[in-house]
């Protein structure tokens, strides 16, 4: 993956989160009365996750430029490493 694909990826949970939070207003504004409390409970859960999916796209796209820089800084030693860990999956699979 090159670093346009992570801005892709990250741009499309960026537009998840804020559909999540589009139909979470809409649903406490069509919600009655009587919901009010599990609404607010349910909402504030999903807030808080919405949060959490956010500080994870953010360490995403912090880890996948930082891997970009190492791969492109060291490409040969990359190479190798994806070369030996292949090897060894295929050794793994082909015992079973």
Known sequence: MNAASFEHLSAELGKILTEVESALKKAAADAGDGLDNANARVHGSLRR??????????????????????????????VAATGLVAFLLGMWMGRK
Do not use: G
Not at 49 to 71: K, N, T, W, Y
């Open 49 to 78: 996750a919405c949060e959490h999916l956010r500080a994870a796209q953010h360490e995403l796209a912090d880890r996948a430029h930082s891997l970009d820089r190492v791969v492109h800084a060291n490409p040969w030693q990359a």
